[in-house]
């Protein structure tokens, strides 16, 4: 396989994340973003293990395993330890936005990852990174606004997780030769997230007794009267 | 050599405080290796200051001026905060007592990724150290396990790690331009060596991606919104070491990507440093006006404080930078104060209220003396240290012919100061709500509030020669013309 066909593939792959994080936006089951959470960490590694292959990088043959280990093993492991099937069984109803509009919202901001990353991108030489760079950050932007329109606490988790993913797709691209104890201590600190968020949840779970965290709204400022 | 025993002190004691045997000893660890941590740090700076860098492993931790200011402050709120912990976390009726050994160990795992963000030298682990201070914060704020505690560490979490990703975002942009620019191993003092030859629109996107990750770790406008929720709500140790600290420490990483992207000729960085800065101390200002919880109080005044730091770091002058630090210095001893001062209030009469609390001087005379002292002191009264640091802000700002930014910061800080001092006046003085409820305070948090106020008195009448070239040092990493 030459380099050239890897880097077609990545581009490909590229492109899945990125319809994997409009899944995570359009899915109503929790189970279901929670799997495509999943598969776009596998496509990620994917990415990861074509590149380094072109490449011929060891850096990133490492950073697709520490990517699988942590991203598709560990995590989900870790978040069905931790909290009962009822956060998996649920569907959620009522999001903050309706689905069509969230989708075109997701949209929209694939076309400003692009926009805002258009003069970094002039510059670079790497083919690789005029493709993965916007596509990364249009990922992380897609997973901040399906942070914000879920209402359930386990989808919340995962939109933190599938930023991660976004920017780790860029990093493969700008970022190849990271040492790799950066790249195993930033592997370590996504699972250390998940357990320390999913800790968290079940605690909410047990004294409040609600998987959805929109309804948490005790805490807020009121007016003083100067009497 | 100091450097990593450091670092390996508190991960030890996290270690001896989860052994079963041990467990019921939780707190005399903590206190021994927080102290001992201390002496280290001390040891670190006063190698520092005679020699301008202290070396652990090259490449990986080293530390400079601003590094060994940061590590001396970190030590110096996590030993006070850990003597305050005795007697406060004994007597909390929420706590169950067998759960302790578990707040212990955090709080140790804590005090290690604190001290290890300012002694790295290697950036993407920098974002690491930072990234363990958010989750092991998470869990102490949540500790309690109440309704509103848990709340305010979901608030937190998804506020403050939401901002990881993008902050990583940012490091990893850093790394494309530093090796795009013929750098080899990334360290801080690398960057800043070749700054001026790295590309400045990547800089600025990189520094533009930090700023709002960890801006939103610092507590600044407006990503401010968890910081009141998780300072009021978390057990008062931790408050005062999330306010005094915590809160510097991604502060202290903005500022150092601040000095490399002002070392780079084309990027006009400063101004909106300036403006953001302002921004978060109105909004600190002017919400402190209208608190009804004392602790949130404390918390807005935190929002206020790294708002004037971030402006004073914005001019960009020596002299600011000075202030800068200071203000760096005297907000964490005076902070972590008023915090140990907000426990014994709560401890005493249970409530969070401003309103519910009157006449304390008289019910109390310890507890009303000391929130006077410390309302005086975090308002910026003189003779207090932060109305030093202040003023030699403002000074640099009108020597840096900033006339409109001394007079928004001056008049905002003028603000702050009279919404401080009106509700503490109101809890001091006054006709006692409770009569003659003389409670018993812990021993321990009698000496924590006392051996905090001694520097916050003494820093303001006399700066000792050390701590001032310390300061000099620090404030000349900031890289100000």
Sequence with gaps: MASATAEALNTLCAGLILIAAFAMVATRQVQGVVRFFVIQSLLLSASCFLLAYSRSSVHLWALGAITIGAKVIAIPWVLRRLLPDDFYERREISQAVNIPASLLLALLLVVVAEFLTGPLVATAKDSVIRINLPLGLAGVLIAVWSLVARREALPQL?????MENGAFLAGIAIASELPIIA????????????????????SIRKELGTTVAAG?????????SWR | MALIFLLTVPLVAAVLCWIRPLRTAGWGISVISNWLTFALAIGVSSNVVSNGRVVGVPGWFEADGLS????????????????FAGGYMRR?????QHRLWWFYCNYNLLAFALLAAPSLAEPNLVWVAVELIT?????????????????????FAVLTIMGAPIALFGFLTLFWAYHSAGGGWETWEGIRSIAGSMDPNLLKLSFLLIFVGFGAKTGLAPMHTWLPDAHSQAPTPVCAVLSGVKTTVPLYVILRFLSIVLASPTARIGVWMIVLGLVSVAIGAFLLLQVRDYKRMFAYSTVEHMGIILTA????????????????????ITKSLCFYVAGVILMALS????ASVRGLIRISPFAGSALLLSSLAIAGAPPFPIFLSEFSILSAGMHAGQYLVVALLASLIVIAFVAILLHANRMAFGTPTVSDLRVPLPASCRIAVLAAALPVVLLGVYVPAPVNSLLQLAARQLGGH
Excluded: C, Y
């Design chain 1, 183 to 202: 790249e195993l201590a930033v592997a370590m600190d996504v699972v250390l997230i998940a357990v320390v968020v999913g800790l968290l949840t079940r």
């Design chain 2, 135 to 155: 989750l092991f914060s998470v869990l102490l704020v949540g500790f309690e396990s109440t309704g509103g505690a848990l709340e305010a560490a979901w608030k």
């Design chain 2, 351 to 354: 409530t969070r209220e401003i």
């Design chain 2, 68 to 83: 060994a200011l940061v590590l001396v402050l970190v030590s110096f709120v996590l030993s006070m905060a850990a003597v």
């Design chain 1, 216 to 224: 948490l709204a005790e805490l807020k400022e009121e007016p003083v």
């Design chain 1, 158 to 162: 995962i939109g933190i997780l599938a």
């Design chain 2, 92 to 96: 909390q009726e929420h706590s169950d």
């Design chain 2, 313 to 332: 770091a914005g001019l960009a002058t020596q002299a600011a930078d000075f202030g800068a630090v200071s203000q760096m210095l005297n907000h964490a």
